[in-house]
């Protein structure tokens, strides 16, 4: 009898344990949908599945931030809208109780899910993500303001099948820090980076996508073991950057740019260790003799067109622009601007361009840093 009760006890415990909720959020015609769906979150923030239903539009007119989930499925099957008015949007942003992202989810164990049919699963907002474990996939944004995912102090993350459409727009799609993720199958259209990896960021992994029109594939100093491969950049500033900030320090090492092809890029190649954001103003000189050590970058299997035609890229405020280096000709495939005794084996190799207007592909360096000398761009079997 005893033993009876006690298996009651642990069948029903095991019933308990593995209850699964479903919560398909409210729609009002015409109103914010936001209030709603902040009231029922704390009920379904563990062992739960949130339905934003297909067929529907929802008005998310006020930023969200879910609570930290767990073992949570949300799924966008429906479309999510922030405010058509833009200065209602941007007196959000500015406001001193903005939580950081119009979208804000931090989660483990959890998955974001879109929807795979063409009309239904966009969120036409300001979309962010910030995740500890799990996937992103099969999201669509439309014109999103800033950041699109952002991944700092995450880890063991899949992203992937993501369509980010921000075309004229400023605004990094994929913001990469932390450890352990693989971005795959993405598609991305905007004004900024396409992938930018941050400062401690370790085995990031970013292949098999394509990027449009931003900034390409940035990654910044502190960081270790990264990988870039199968990538199409269509009209982007840059195929592959590194760069870190003018009079910073730091180290970043074993960081690979592979099998990446380029479409009107005016700097396929770039490697800085002068950065500086225009909007900060004038470029400080640098007295820093350490700066960011970099070391074991590959560039390997770069085909493509350099845009070497007069152009003034979207986010240019200055004059001379913010891209501008002093002294290139426009025509280079790749430029490495680095402080001496600060780069240890920086190699390029399998590197096919041509230029816009056919004339001479150029490389420009900083021959006291890299054994590699100025002027034409010559293909050896040994690479560059």
């Not at 069948?11 to 308990?16: I, V």
Request: glycine content about 10%.
């Amino acid at each position: 009898m005893k033993f009876a009760s006690i298996l009651a006890f642990l069948l029903t415990g095991a019933a308990t344990g593995l209850s699964w909720n479903i919560f398909t959020v409210p729609h009002s015609g015409g109103q914010d949908d936001t209030p709603a769906l902040l009231a029922a979150l704390p009920k379904f923030s563990t062992n739960s599945t949130i339905l934003f239903q297909q067929g529907i539009t929802y008005n998310i007119f006020t930023p969200i931030k879910f609570p930290t989930l767990n073992n949570v499925e949300v799924r966008i099957e429906g479309n999510l809208t922030y405010p058509s008015d833009i200065t209602t949007v941007q007196t959000a942003v500015a406001s001193s109780s903005y939580p950081g992202a119009w979208y804000g989810i931090v989660f483990r164990s959890t998955e974001i899910g879109g929807s795979l049919h063409p009309k239904w699963g966009w969120v036409d907002a300001h979309g962010q993500a910030k995740k500890r474990m799990g996937f992103i996939r099969d999201m669509k944004l439309w014109k999103p303001i800033g950041w699109n995912f952002a991944t700092s102090g995450s880890s063991n993350i899949h992203i992937f099948n993501n369509k980010i459409v921000a075309v004229s727009d400023s605004g990094v799609s994929f913001s990469a820090g932390g450890e352990n993720m693989l971005f795959e199958n993405n598609s991305v259209q905007n004004g900024d980076d396409c992938l930018t990896v941050g400062s401690g960021a370790i085995n990031i992994t970013f292949r098999n996508s394509y990027c449009e029109g931003g900034h390409g594939l940035s990654i910044g100093s502190l960081g270790e073991n990264g990988a870039v491969a199968n990538v199409q950049n269509n009209n982007t500033l840059y195929g592959a950057r590194f760069k870190s900030w003018t009079g910073g320090n730091g180290l970043a090492r074993n960081i690979t740019w592979k099998n990446i092809a380029f479409y009107d890029v005016p700097f396929p190649i770039y490697i800085t260790q002068n950065y500086w954001d225009q909007e900060d103003g004038p470029k400080p000189t640098s007295s820093n003799v350490n700066n960011t050590h970099i070391a074991d970058f590959l560039f390997q299997g770069f085909v493509g067109i350099v845009k070497d035609i007069p152009f003034v890229e979207g986010s240019c405020v200055t004059d001379p622009c913010w891209y501008s280096v002093a002294g290139a000709t426009g025509k280079e495939v790749a430029i490495f601007d680095l402080y001496p005794d600060t780069a240890t084996n920086i190699v390029a190799k399998d590197i096919l361009a041509v230029t816009e207007t056919h004339a001479p592909v150029a490389v420009m360096c900083n021959a006291t840093t890299v054994r590699i000398l100025e002027g034409p761009f010559i293909p050896t079997r040994a690479g560059l």
